[in-house]
């Protein structure tokens, strides 16, 4: 939690000070020096130390091409953009637009030839804005408040009437949850993420939650969620997937996760499920 606070409020406390500090801040945040970003710019260290400081205004083509180099987010672009002076170049539109409907016809398509393995996509607030049927199967039993429209994948996942009492190793994936959230956290100003991090952070865990290994190790190649599902223990790691140099806010902040069977009894049983 302290790692959170203090990345994210390098960002707060540069708004309204110029690009500048706003730079300096992304900068430091991946611990480049101004040297290591000039060479990467095509720029000079000079020079952007003067943009740092408010000596230099930058153009907008070297906004971008800055922060193209920090890997800033796409959403955080448009507002240094704006801090520079610039207008925005980057729209955010609405999922169910007309205009991004060739796109969330690929995503269902995607998950749904993914089954029967889960698989959903998220958006930057872990809503979730489609999934499969193997996730439909994980979710059996879940209480319907859960699940209504717009239903949030970290609350379904850690709510003590969620998924949380069914996953074996709850401690482990857990943290490995909650530091993902912390990650993003550091890097978009969000009060929607925030307090969804505080909400899920402050549910209870059982002082016997699930931790232990498995009775049998398995080398596991990650991390895996182990989830019981009726009667048995099924195994599987994720993979989470963007798209490439977005050009729209929406389509940057939407994620793809996958949910890769740990072991050969978790194929063989999802596969039993569609034959």
Not at 183 to 189: K, S, T, W
Not at 239 to 267: G, H, Q, R, Y
């Amino acid at each position: 939690m302290t790692m959170v606070a203090a990345e994210a409020s390098v960002s707060t406390a540069t708004d309204g000070k110029g690009v500048g500090p706003l730079l300096r801040a992304w900068r430091e945040r991946r611990r480049l020096s101004q040297l290591e970003l000039a060479l990467r710019a095509d720029s000079s260290a000079r020079h952007i130390s003067f943009v740092e400081t408010g000596r230099s205004r930058p153009s907008e083509e070297m906004v971008l091409r800055l922060a193209e180099h920090l890997d800033v987010p796409v959403r955080e672009r448009n507002a240094l953009l704006l801090a520079a002076g610039y207008a925005p170049r980057y729209p955010e539109t609405p999922l169910d637009d007309p205009a991004l409907d060739a796109l969330r016809d690929g995503m269902e398509r995607l998950i749904q030839g993914y089954e029967p393995y889960p698989a959903l996509v998220v958006d930057a607030g872990y809503t979730v804005v489609a999934a499969n049927r193997g996730i439909a199967m994980l979710l059996e039993g879940v209480p319907e408040e859960l699940l209504r429209p717009a239903p949030n994948a970290m609350r379904l996942t850690l709510h003590p009437e969620g998924l949380a009492p069914r996953i074996r190793n709850l401690r482990e994936w857990r943290g490995h949850l909650l530091a993902q959230m912390e990650r993003q956290l550091a890097l978009h100003r969000s009060d929607q993420l925030r307090a969804l991090y505080e909400e899920v952070t402050a549910y209870p865990v059982p002082e016997d939650a699930p931790g232990e290994e498995p009775d049998e190790p398995v080398p596991y190649f990650a991390l895996p969620m182990r989830i019981e599902h009726e009667g048995r223990v099924l195994s599987f790691v994720s993979s989470i997937s963007t798209f490439n140099t977005p050009m729209d806010i929406t389509v940057a902040e939407l994620a793809i996760e996958t949910f890769l069977p740990a072991d050969a009894a978790t194929t063989k049983y999802l596969h039993t499920l569609v034959g």
